[in-house]
């Protein structure tokens, strides 16, 4: 769902579940966008808080969380063997990330602001 095509992507993904919610929603926005998740989510549903890209500070709509009776979870960045067993098993699995657009280290700064600008898919990378 391109969230920037439909603002309303919650009742959107709502309608294209036929009105029932989806299981679990993976929220990387944080309070400016939870609101949608919680949308979006089905009855007993879960949400997993994983980012806070919108701000650390924000209303929740506490009365819609509890009608749907929604489990929110906040998870943190594990450590340094997280991530190396993480990267190990794509690499045995073949997943591939989208890569959008990669740019040198000295393209550094103009790396920041295409992320800025955010019309980017996937992932921006820096070759060093």
């Given at each position: 769902m391109n969230y920037k095509a439909e603002?309303?992507?919650?009742?959107?993904?709502?309608?294209?579940?036929g009105e029932k919610g989806v299981d679990h929603v993976v929220e990387v926005g944080?309070?400016?966008?939870?609101?949608?998740?919680?949308?979006?989510?089905?009855?007993?549903?879960?949400?997993?808080?994983?980012g806070?890209?919108?701000?650390?500070?924000?209303?929740?709509?506490t009365a819609a969380l509890m009608a749907k009776q929604i489990n929110l979870k906040g998870i943190i960045v594990g450590s340094r063997e997280h991530q190396n067993d993480f990267v190990n098993a794509l690499e045995a699995s073949g997943i591939k990330p989208v890569i959008d657009t990669s740019f040198s280290l000295d393209e550094l700064a103009k790396a920041f602001e295409y992320e800025v600008n955010g019309k980017?898919?996937?992932k921006i990378c820096i070759d060093i």
């Open positions: 603002p309303e992507w919650g009742s959107a993904v709502n309608a294209w579940s944080g309070p400016a966008t939870l609101a949608q998740s919680i949308n979006a989510c089905r009855v007993n549903g879960n949400i997993v808080l994983i806070v890209l919108t701000g650390v500070k924000g209303d929740i709509t980017h898919f996937g």
